[in-house]
Structures are given as C-alpha cells and as structure tokens.
C-alpha cells in the first residue's frame, strides 16, 4: 500500500510517499480503507519532534512510528473479534494520536472509531476527530459547560475554535469569540453572540466576566484566566515558554484550571456525528488537497492562520 514514511524529524518535506506493507487486522480492531484525511497541529509537532520533551513519546533520537497521521475517514475492510458497533463495509471515522492514518489503510483500534451519519462525505468526517474531540470535551468533559452560561473561545476560527462556537451553541450557552478582524463574519456566521477582534482590541486588558474560558491558541496567562473566568480550560500553546508558566502558577492557585489531551471514545465521536448530522456541526473546509500532496497541507496549516480545517482525498 502506498503511505507517508518519516524517518528523521524534520519539516514536511521529509515525508516521503512509498510503498509498505499493508497493516493486519488484530483482535478489537478494525482495518480501513481511508478515503480522507484532516491535517492537524498535532502532525507538524509530531513531525518535528517539537516541543523536544515529546520525544520521550515519539523516539527520543528518531520516530518510533515510522507513518504520521491521526484524522481518517474511510470503508471498514475488515472487523476482529469483538468488534460489535462496525462491520465490513460500514463507512466510519476515527483517529490514532499514535499515527498510521497518512496511508492507505489503517489498523486502529474499533473504540477510537465511529459510523459516518448517512449522507455526509468522507473530507467532512475525516476533519472531524481531534479538533471536534478536543472541543467537546474541552466545553463539556473537562469545562462542565452548562445551558445559560457564558463562555469565551479564544482562537474561534480554527480548527478546534471553530468547533468548539458551535458545540457551545449547540448545549445552550453564550459564546464570545476571539479571533483576528478578517475572521469576524466567519466567526459570527458560526453563531458567536459577541466577537472581539484581538488585532483591534487587547484581550490582556478586556474585563469581560464569564463562567468558562476556553483557549485553543494557549497564548493566555493565567492572570487572564483569572480576571475573565470562572473557571478555565487550556488546549493548545503557542510555545512551552508560555504554557510552563501558566501551568506552575495553577498548581499554587485555586482556581480551577484544566489542561488536557483529547482521547477518542466512540462515545464522543458518535456525539459529533449526530451533532453534524443535525446542521448544528457545520464542518469548514479552508482547502482540500490530494494525498499526494499531504506535505504541502501540513506546511499550510503550520503557518497557523488556517480558517476551520484542512482536507486531504485518497480518491475513489
């Protein structure tokens, strides 16, 4: 089968396409036939071996997983034993933070995986896993986000923001966006009740109060999370020098701040796909590009200004 390789950390154009051996099916597991795939942050920093103190998961010297690649949609080939909820030619969606989805066919494990709601195509499925998991359970698992309360999204427009606006529509609350000037009708459009753009104004000295504060760009201290929240999620950062001190200054405070990972379950997969079967998920595709041209799509989305997510075809 034909796949993404990496042998060496490095940028995008280390990637190289070339024939491997076509994965095995194991007990538990499923092997699909992708048909899409999304592009996330977590590639480029898994590619790069960046931040450094990944690697301690990843290989410390080179990659231990030889194919990048965590979103996929695609055709269940085959199903092991006792795998229930999919069988052979089901049409699913899924991901595996420990790579192997840049390739023709995935083995992955059935519980990281969910049916595709009829009528919905695989580029749109493929974009959903880790940005839309990790906006559910940011707002939800970790922020308890409840009906009526108000909530502050910082970094609205991407992959996960743009998620995370509709998912806290979606369970009731009241959303306040941030995002750059030029993404202001695209956030609102979304369903933001209030947008505030931080190239017009500064959100370090904006005195909003709000039950949850979300922020998917990790570029908040935790002086911020303090003034405006109640409570506060962190998902992502823009560099380990910004996170490390927001993390040791939570660890002496009481307010309740949470930084975590998303983990696939069929649960919450299942959740998305109902939420995008109903319109209230509408995924944004910025761009979609061919398989072969993968390296190029993780160069897009590297230079972060990336509105909503970024596709990838297998064709067929």
């Not at 997983?65 to 049409?91: C, L, Q, R, T, Y």
């Not at 962190?234 to 307010?255: D, E, Q």
């Amino acid at each position: 089968m034909k796949a993404f390789t990496k042998k060496q950390y490095g940028g995008p154009e280390i990637l190289q396409l070339e024939e491997v051996e076509k994965p095995s099916l194991k007990d538990d597991h499923i092997l699909v036939k992708v048909m899409a795939n999304s592009a996330n942050p977590a590639d480029w920093h898994i590619i790069r071996g960046k931040p450094f103190f990944a690697r301690f998961s990843f290989g410390l010297f080179k990659p231990k997983d030889k194919i990048p690649g965590a979103d996929f949609a695609g055709i269940v080939e085959a199903a092991g034993n006792h795998v229930m909820h999919v069988k052979a030619g089901d049409s699913v969606f899924g991901e595996s933070l420990n790579g192997g989805a840049f390739a023709e066919y995935i083995c992955v494990p059935a519980n990281v995986c969910a049916a595709m709601p009829e009528g919905i195509d695989f580029p749109t499925m493929a974009s959903v896993p880790v940005a839309g998991l990790t906006a559910l359970q940011a707002l939800i698992t970790h922020g308890q986000l409840k009906a009526g309360e108000s909530v502050l999204i910082n970094g609205s427009s991407g992959g996960v923001g743009h998620f995370a606006v509709q998912i806290a529509k979606a369970y009731g609350a009241r959303v306040t966006a941030v995002c750059s000037g030029r993404n202001i009708e695209f956030v609102k459009a979304l369903g933001a009740d209030h947008v505030i753009a931080y190239d017009r104004e500064n959100i370090r000295q904006h005195n909003g109060n709000y039950d949850l504060v979300i922020d998917t760009n990790g570029n908040l201290s935790h002086k911020d999370f303090t003034r405006m929240g109640q409570r506060g999620v962190l998902v992502g950062f823009t560099t380990v020098s910004r996170m490390i001190p927001v993390l040791l200054k939570s660890a002496f405070s009481k307010f309740p701040l949470v930084q975590f990972t998303a983990k696939a379950n069929t649960k919450d997969l299942e959740t998305l796909a109902s939420l995008v079967k109903e319109g209230k998920i509408n995924v944004h595709i910025e761009k979609t590009y061919s398989y072969k041209e993968i390296p190029q799509a993780i160069s897009y989305i590297e230079a972060m200004r990336t509105r909503g997510k970024v596709a990838m075809t297998w064709g067929g």
